[in-house]
T-cell receptor, first 111, second 113 residues
Framework: SQTIHQWPATLVQPVGSPLSLECTVE??????LYWYRQAAGRGLQLLFY??????ISSEVPQNLSASRPQDRQFILSSKKLLLSDSGFYLC??????????FGPGTRLTVT | DQQVKQNSPSLSVQEGRISILNCDYT??????FLWYKKYPAEGPTFLIS?????DKNEDGRFTVFLNKSAKHLSLHIVPSQPGDSAVYFC????????????FGTGTRLTIIP
């Protein structure tokens, strides 16, 4: 069966520090991968998605970036965090059709 | 522009009664709709979906209804149980092969024992 992992589970970082969040999927190949953010009291905002290695589509211009160095690995990065980057970051994958399946999430607090 | 709207941020329902969560959309290209359930500090879990060629889909206690002319869908949970207390998101997709889902802002459902 397929499993999606995210780490770390929680992270507290100062403003201006770098960020790296990692997501990996097991048990499947060539999945579509997605990064979402849920800010406090808000819905799910799609940040990036990838349909293959090295292919990244950005949905929202911001100081975040994403990379997909391997088929089942998706990384969310920032060179300098802002206070507004605080939120709950979710990675998701999609097998074939429409449903997306989410990881456990990372709670990021920028102080 | 919010293409998928959940106008009720919260809903409280007595245990054993029916919970009805509503969702409206504006994009006529949406042809597949999904409901997700989310507990705090966890990722959303997929609940149930419906294609635009149908107007109803059932899975156990969960039923989703789609009214294409009104661009409205609803999720019915019956009977409601305490474990159903969570935030529910509806989502929509425009066409097979479209890579993205558009999510609503969520409705927090609280089941009162």
């Amino acid at each position: 069966s397929q499993t999606i992992h995210q780490w770390p589970a929680t992270l507290v970082q100062p403003v201006g520090s770098p960020l790296s969040l990692e997501c990996t999927v097991e048990g499947t190949s060539n999945p579509n991968l997605y990064w979402y953010r849920q800010a406090a009291g808000r819905g799910l905002q799609l940040l990036f998605y990838s349909v293959g290695i090295g292919q990244i589509s950005s949905e929202v211009p911001q100081n975040l970036s994403a990379s997909r160095p391997q088929d089942r690995q998706f990384i969310l990065s920032s060179k300098k965090l802002l206070l507004s980057d605080s939120g709950f970051y979710l990675c998701a994958w999609r097998p074939t059709y429409y449903e997306q399946y989410f990881g456990p999430g990372t709670r990021l607090t920028v102080t | 522009d919010q293409q998928v709207k959940q106008n009720s941020p919260s809903l409280s329902v007595q245990e054993g009664r029916i919970s009805i969560l509503n969702c409206d959309y504006t994009n006529s290209m949406f042809d597949y709709f999904l409901w997700y359930k989310k507990y705090p500090a966890e990722g959303p879990t997929f609940l149930i979906s419906i294609s635009s060629i149908k107007d109803k889909n059932e899975d156990g206690r969960f039923t989703v209804f789609l009214n294409k002319s009104a661009k409205h869908l609803s999720l019915h949970i019956v009977p409601s149980q305490p474990g159903d207390s969570a935030v529910y998101f509806c989502a929509a997709s425009a066409g097979f092969g479209n890579e993205k889902l558009t999510f609503g802002t969520g409705t927090r459902l609280t089941i009162i024992p």
